[in-house]
């Protein structure tokens, strides 16, 4: 987040707080998923692939913050996400106890994909912001760590650190150092991007860096700025890095305090992992065409999954727009970020109530094609209480999501108004004016052209039947009228071109409300 103390800061909780009004949306005082665990956030996921015994490949390892107990926990899945069993709490291996310091924050899972200096490929690296409190508890520094397994995870050894920082985040002064997130690029280097507050003289209350190492995380090369706004406001943080097909990179963070709208995530590209463009330039913000974005504590993923480029997610805790405020929906582009973006109903359904509920999200596909997803959130012991993230369980879930599926309220809106309803397929649904004049504009790409099936879930706004007119690439569909007053599912077929086709739902003689589109298997 933009800062770091996790307890009674009140920046932090202006920035990251859900608006008032989202506690009268159904399901935030209830939540979906299995517990794995008692703790705060910021979970970390990874995948074993490069073991040298192939049989050890497949194992999940996760991470998580954990109040008041020192050290990192790492638990372990064999079966694919089914079910985790805890395998040791990592702890800092550099100050002495007298110090106070403790490694608990913000922990960052990698499996080396090749050599990194002295490590061998399939090592396993933690990241993480071991902190140190003076007599009365109060921060005084921050250390972004590195350490190091070639046991699975069971025992871990310290490598280096990355930088350090100073300060409490509620002081005028502080200059801390926050969020490391560790990346290999392909000629084997070893890139860590963080947050840092290591240059508020220059103008920046904020900017994300990177450093490079050459020795395993042993040694760092001198700082450079990837993502920083002058003026003294803009808080860029929580950068996540990961490899894209075709040797390019994708970076996600979250603007807090940004121009327009706080807390959006914004997306950058790299072809080298190390050049992401003028610094103060944000990239590129994640929105849909609907105007919903999300926001804070971001986490991007890419899924072999969906079509020819896979599927890219970003996670977030909350969202603005017509986004669920919640935060309990997925984002997904399947054009490598390009174009729109879609929302999806996320496998776990966090509890709202406190900012720890979603302080960052993991996913991955499995095996057998769910997506594993796995999240922080509030009970109704810590729900009525911002600040009280100890008694926060971590979830998690699996579940076959469909990139076929488009929500009404992600499109593009003419005459039509968007109505937040829970039970809706995206908790919304969008009603559209009689006559034509009412539009829902859908840009939608497809890998391969052909006849598609063009399934539209609708239903009369009053109970006058109503039929929605369909218009693909500015052609007019024949439809036939429908007779019922409820909701039903119109399907019909339309020729579709390989890239992006704009599908538009239209009024027809009466108004309609409209609950989302759906893709069928293209036929040749």
Excluded at 69 to 76: D, K, L
Excluded at 186 to 199: C, L, N, P
Excluded at 318 to 333: F, K, M, S, V
Excluded at 378 to 394: L, Q
Aim: hydrophobic share 35%; glycine share 12%.
């Amino acid at each position: 987040m933009s800062q770091k103390s996790l307890f009674a800061i009140a920046a932090v909780l202006a920035a990251c707080t859900m608006p008032a009004w989202s506690d009268a949306v159904p399901g935030f005082d209830t939540s979906e998923g299995t517990k794995l665990a008692d703790g705060q956030g910021y979970v970390t996921l990874v995948r074993l692939e490069h073991q040298a015994a192939k049989v050890n490949n497949g194992r999940l390892l996760v991470a998580f913050e954990r109040p008041y107990q020192p050290g990192i926990p790492v638990y372990e899945s064999l079966d694919d996400g089914d079910s985790f069993k805890p395998v040791v709490d990592v702890k800092d291996q550099v100050f002495p106890a007298r110090d106070r310091c403790e490694l608990r924050w913000q922990p960052n899972l990698v499996e080396l994909p090749r050599d990194s200096g002295p490590l061998k490929k399939g090592t396993l690296l933690l990241s993480g912001n071991t902190t140190c409190s003076d007599d009365a508890g109060r921060l005084t520094s921050e250390h972004l760590q590195v350490y190091a397994s070639t046991d699975l995870g069971r025992t871990w050894a310290y490598r280096g650190t990355i930088v350090d920082g100073g300060g409490s985040p509620d002081a005028r002064d502080n200059h801390g150092v926050w969020e490391p997130n560790i990346v290999i690029l392909a000629d084997g280097r070893m890139v860590a991007y963080y947050s840092t507050e290591q240059h508020k003289a220059e103008g920046f209350n904020q900017l994300l860096a990177h450093k490079i190492s050459t020795d395993g995380g042993a040694t760092w090369s001198a700082e450079v700025a990837d993502t920083a706004v002058p003026g003294g406001v803009e808080r860029p943080g929580m950068a996540a890095v990961i490899p894209l097909p075709g040797r390019r990179y994708a970076y996600s963070y979250e603007d807090i305090d940004g121009p327009e709208n706080n807390g959006q995530v914004h997306i950058k590209f790299s072809r080298d992992g190390l050049d992401w463009g003028t610094p103060s330039d944000r990239g590129w913000p994640v929105a849909t065409m609907g105007g919903a974005w999300p926001a804070a504590c971001p986490q991007i993923a890419w899924l072999p999954a969906g079509g020819d480029n896979g599927v890219l997610i970003v996670s977030a805790e909350r969202a603005g727009g017509a986004g669920d405020p919640g935060g309990r929906e997925l984002y997904w582009n399947n054009d490598l970020g390009r174009g729109p973006w879609w929302q999806i109903r996320a496998p776990v359904q966090k509890r709202t109530g406190n900012m720890g509920a979603g302080w960052t999200q993991a996913v991955m596909l499995r095996k057998d094609g769910r997506v594993l997803h796995i999240t922080s959130s509030s009970t109704a012991a810590s729900a009525a209480d911002n600040e009280n993230f100890a008694k926060n369980v971590i979830l998690y879930a699996s579940e076959k999501l469909s990139f076929n599926r488009y929500e009404a309220e992600d499109a593009a809106r003419h005459d039509a108004a968007y109505i937040r309803d829970g039970s809706m397929s995206g908790r919304g649904r969008v009603r559209i004016a009689a006559g034509g004049k009412g539009q829902l504009d859908f840009d939608i790409r497809v890998d391969q052209a052909g006849t598609y099936p063009i399934t539209v879930r609708f239903s009369p706004a009053t109970l006058t039947p109503a039929t929605p007119q369909l218009i693909v690439n500015g052609a007019g569909l024949a439809v036939p009228p429908s007779a019922s007053d409820g909701w039903s599912d119109l399907t019909v077929k339309a020729p579709l071109t390989a890239g992006y086709n704009r599908i538009t739902v239209a009024g027809g003689e009466h108004s309609a409300d409209i609950d989302y589109i759906e893709l069928g298997n293209p036929q040749r």
